[in-house]
T-cell receptor
Framework: SQQGEEDPQALSIQEGENATMNCSYK?????LQWYRQNSGRGLVHLIL?????REKHSGRLRVTLDTSKKSSSLLITASRAADTASYFC??????????????FGQGTRLTINP | DTEVTQTPKHLVMGMTNKKSLKCEQH?????MYWYKQKAKKPPELMFV???????INESVPSRFSPECPNSSLLNLHLHALQPEDSALYLC??????????????FGPGTRLTVT
C-alpha cells in the first residue's frame, strides 16, 4: 500500500509565485525523497532529506521534515512555467542486499500559469 | 553518464503477443527496479534486482517475467497481457544502499497499450 499522502492533489499558481506541497507518512523513516515527473515521462530525483535533518535547500527548492508529525513539505520559490509537473514524496524501505523500496505518495499536480 | 535508457518508448500489443521491454544503465548501479504507473497514480514497484538476482517480486502476475542478463541490463518479458496492464512501465537503478540511502535514477518509461 502507498504510505505517503500528499496535499494538495492539484495546485495552480501564477508564474513567479511560490508553491508549497505537503506530504504525510505513517511509519518511521530513515530518509524521505522528493521526485518530479513531467507529463508521461520518467521521474527525476529532486532532493533527499535524512531523518536527522529538519531542512534542506537545493536551488529554488526547500524541503522540511518534521518526524514528530510524520510530515514533509516541498517549497518551490519563484516558480517558472518549466516547474509544471507532478511532484511525489517517497519514503524508503530497505530491502535485502542493499536495494531499497520507494513508497510514493499520491502526488501533487502543479501547474504554473504564465 | 547518469542516464537510464528504455526501449521501446511506445508499444502496442495484442493479448496473445509476446514482447519485451528493455532497460540499460552504465552507472555501475547494482540495484535495478521495474515500476508500473497508471494514469494520475504514483509508480508501484513490481520487481527488484540486486546484484543481478531477483530479490523482490511484489506479487506480480506471471505474465510479467523479469530478467537481468548482466549488471547493466534489465528486461521485462510480456506474454498474454490483459487490457488492464496498459500503463507506463518505468525502469530505475540505484547504488546499493548499505547504511546509506541513495536516490533512484529513472528511465523515461515505455508506454504500453494492450489491445
Amino acid at each position: 500500500s502507498q504510505q505517503g499522502e500528499e496535499d494538495p492533489q492539484a495546485l495552480s499558481i501564477q508564474e513567479g509565485e511560490n508553491a508549497t506541497m505537503n506530504c504525510s507518512y505513517k511509519t518511521s523513516i530513515n530518509n524521505l525523497q522528493w521526485y518530479r515527473q513531467n507529463s508521461g515521462r520518467g521521474l527525476v530525483h529532486l532532493i533527499l532529506i535524512r531523518s536527522n535533518e529538519r531542512e534542506k535547500h537545493s536551488g529554488r527548492l526547500r524541503v522540511t521534515l518534521d518526524t514528530s508529525k510524520k510530515s514533509s513539505s516541498l517549497l518551490i520559490t519563484a516558480s517558472r512555467a518549466a516547474d509544471t509537473a507532478s511532484y511525489f514524496c517517497a519514503t524508503v524501505r530497505p530491502l535485502i542486499q542493499g536495494a531499497q523500496k520507494l513508497v510514493f505518495g499520491q502526488g501533487t499536480r502543479l501547474t504554473i500559469n504564465p | 553518464d547518469t542516464e537510464v535508457t528504455q526501449t521501446p518508448k511506445h508499444l502496442v500489443m495484442g493479448m496473445t503477443n509476446k514482447k519485451s521491454l528493455k532497460c540499460e544503465q552504465h552507472m555501475g548501479h547494482r540495484a535495478m527496479y521495474w515500476y508500473k504507473q497508471k494514469a494520475k497514480k504514483p509508480p508501484e514497484l513490481m520487481f527488484v534486482y540486486s546484484y543481478e538476482k531477483l530479490s523482490i517480486n511484489e506479487s506480480v502476475p506471471s505474465r510479467f517475467s523479469p530478467e537481468c542478463p548482466n549488471s547493466s541490463l534489465l528486461n521485462l518479458h510480456l506474454h498474454a497481457l490483459q487490457p488492464e496492464d496498459s500503463a507506463l512501465y518505468l525502469c530505475a537503478s540505484s547504488q546499493q544502499a548499505g547504511i546509506h540511502y541513495y536516490e533512484q535514477y529513472f528511465g523515461p518509461g515505455t508506454r504500453l497499450t494492450v489491445t
